[in-house]
Every structure is written in C-alpha cells, then in structure tokens.
C-alpha cells in the first residue's frame, strides 16, 4: 500500500520525562506482553473504572490493528475512548447530559490525537492496510508494531491522562 522507502511515516512526539510505572507505561507494557493497542490502553483503566482486567481485555481483543485489521481506527484510540465511556458514559435512559459530556470528551480527544499524528486511521498512522494480507506481512517485516505502535498507545494513554484530570 505505501512506499515504506519514501513515506518516512509519523513524527512521534514524546513528552518530556516518563510517568514511571503509570498508566501509560503499564499500557505498553501491556502491549509488549502480547495484547492489542486497544486492549493495552483499556487494561491499565480497568481496575480504576472497576472493570475487572479478565472483562476489559475480552471486550477490547475485536478493536485491536483497526478494527480486527479491517482498515479502520486505531485500537489506541478505541481503548481510550472506551475509559471515557466506562467514566462518563450514559447508563440512565434520561441521562442525555451524560451522553453528551462522552461525546464531547470524545471529540477532544480524537482532536488531541490528530494533532499529534494528522489521523486516527489505523492504516495512515502505520502506513500498512492489514486488512491485505502482503500488508499485514510488510507491516510485521518492518516491525511497526514494535516501533510504531507502542508510541500510539503511550500518546494515548497521555493524552487521555490529560483529560481525565482536567
């Protein structure tokens, strides 16, 4: 899909100084240990939303790699709007000023992360289509998912920390 040669890819943004063992270095560490984006992100929320791990991990599996690698959103960006649901979500039928704060916390962070990275589309952010099948391979030959993608779920995790303590 994309000519790994000429298009270099995203510039990464790190902020200065780590957050030690925090949620956003739980979360890669997460994703190192063999879990998808969405499900890293999810994971380190679970047990501050008291959502038990084992639970958040099985709902999160589908939204990894853009949706099940179908060229779709990025499972960093699920994960994290997910814990803004598990927050603020609505669970009352008559709570629309819930509903409401979820979108728009949605909307920001969703605007938080294209500035970051111009996209939340899975495909343009790893420069890989793993809906197709040479792509998945490429992708996994150039190790995007070692290099890349770490980075998208510490930003998001960031960026969602951001958020949550405003």
Do not use: H, W
């Amino acid at each position: 899909m994309f000519d790994i040669q000429k298009d270099t890819g995203p510039v990464l943004f790190r902020k200065e100084g780590g957050d030690g063992m925090g949620k956003a270095s739980s979360a890669v560490e997460c994703f190192k240990n063999g879990f998808n984006c969405a499900q890293a992100v999810l994971a380190s929320y679970c047990e501050e939303m008291g959502l038990d791990k084992e639970t958040g991990l099985k709902l999160a599996c589908p939204f990894g790699a853009g949706i099940s690698r179908t060229d779709n959103t990025c499972g960093a960006v699920i994960g994290a709007i997910m814990v803004i649901g598990l927050k603020y979500g609505k669970y009352l039928p008559d709570d629309n000023e819930a509903k409401e704060k979820t979108y728009k916390l949605t909307q920001d962070f969703i605007s938080k992360f294209k500035e970051m990275y111009g996209t939340v589309q899975c495909s343009e952010l790893i420069k890989f289509n793993l809906s197709k099948e040479k792509d998945y391979i490429a992708a996994k030959e150039y190790r995007v998912f070692e290099t890349l993608c770490p980075c998208y779920v510490e930003d998001a995790v960031k960026i969602l920390e951001d958020m949550l303590t405003d």
